[in-house]
């Protein structure tokens, strides 16, 4: 076994402290990644604080995870130790159901995928352990190749806020002519207007702040409305093709779908604590649809890195000491972060 540095979460609304131990051995067809830094992602906060149910303690969340190969196993064919590798949301599922097979592994029907913490191990049950630690062992086929190109700090976030925000513009097969609201400048938002430009889409960002115009026009946006503002909001109705609603908070959808044209589609990457509502008549009116996404497959994630190095794509980010995890879990609840928090995990020997 391999004896792991670690922070977690020992219970529900505990702050995260340190934490050690053991990671599986290199199995035949394994990587060991000496992990260099971790982004925080909001749903850390989600499921250190169990407000989704179901979570695991001790927690080591992380799923933002970029860092060196030290050891490979014997069968592994597109690794080799000093590779820059990442790991994303997802460290194993049944590989056989229709949706694996599709390289869909996101929606494994059979097990489910395995989270690359807060989840349990196929076979063994054992919980997983994210990336707020030393080192992790993975599957080759669940590890993602890394440039060598982009600042690997910022590369981090790209393992969940960057797939997640590609995998439905492209499964949307957005391009130029279309027209994209972003609803939320946050870790998932900025990354969602650096995508959609970077792919010739007109993009337009929905904030209720102001004071985000100038921020969001650095990103790329061509355009901005504050939502609390009745004038600007309507001179965006019938306007999009596409929302990508990033937003974890409660709110009227209905305000937000009557600014799709007709067969527009708002797709739902945040999730609130409590379900939303609609009434039928704002999709009926206009063929409107509402859709959900969630990260993206194993070569969908590739490509999504790929494109990133093609065009010099990274997530803005703070980079903090592992100590100042808790801090940061509160900064981000007020939103006091562009965009992204990442963990040097160097400072764990600190």
């Not at 004038?231 to 600014?259: C, E, G, P």
């Not at 990260?295 to 969908?300: F, L, Q, S």
Request: overall charge negative; proline content about 4%.
């Amino acid at each position: 076994m391999l004896p792991t540095k670690a922070y977690a979460a020992p219970a529900v609304n505990i702050p995260l402290e340190p934490f050690n131990f053991e990671r599986r051995e290199v199995g035949p067809h394994d990587v060991l990644i000496d992990i260099q830094f971790c982004g925080v992602c909001h749903s850390d906060l989600h499921q250190v604080r169990d407000e989704w149910g179901g979570s695991i303690f001790p927690m080591v969340p992380g799923h933002e995870i970029v860092g060196r190969i030290t050891q490979v196993g014997d069968h592994v064919k597109n690794f080799k130790v000093g590779d820059l590798a990442g790991v994303g949301c997802m460290v194993d599922s049944c590989r056989t159901c229709p949706s694996c097979q599709e390289g869909l592994e996101q929606y494994c029907e059979t097990t489910g995928m395995v989270g690359t913490y807060n989840s349990r191990e196929i076979g063994s049950g054992a919980p997983t352990y994210g990336g707020y630690s030393s080192q992790i062992v993975v599957d080759e086929k669940y590890t993602l190749k890394v440039s060598e190109k982009l600042d690997l700090a910022r590369v981090a976030p790209l393992l969940c806020a960057g797939i997640t925000t590609y995998s439905p513009l492209r499964q949307w097969k957005v391009g130029p002519g279309h027209r994209v609201g972003v609803m939320g400048l946050g870790g998932l938002g900025h990354m969602a207007v650096k995508l959609a430009v970077a792919m010739g889409a007109e993009v337009t960002v929905l904030s209720t702040s102001p004071n985000k115009e100038a921020d969001a026009k650095e990103l790329g946006a061509h355009k901005f409305v504050v939502t609390k503002d009745e004038a600007q909001l309507k001179s965006v109705r019938n306007y999009f093709d596409f929302i990508i609603n990033t937003v974890s908070a409660q709110l009227d959808l209905a305000t937000y779908v009557n600014l799709l044209r007709r067969d527009g589609t708002m797709i739902l990457l945040g999730v609130p604590t409590e379900a939303p509502h609609i009434h039928a008549f704002n999709l009926i009116s206009a063929r409107r649809r509402i859709a959900g996404s969630l990260i993206g497959g194993i070569a969908e994630t590739q490509e999504m890195l790929d494109f990133c190095a093609e065009h010099n794509i990274m997530s803005d980010i703070e980079v903090i000491d592992i100590k100042d995890i808790n801090e940061s879990y509160e900064r981000m609840l007020k939103g006091d972060v562009k965009y992204r928090f990442v963990i040097d995990l160097a400072t764990l020997n600190n």
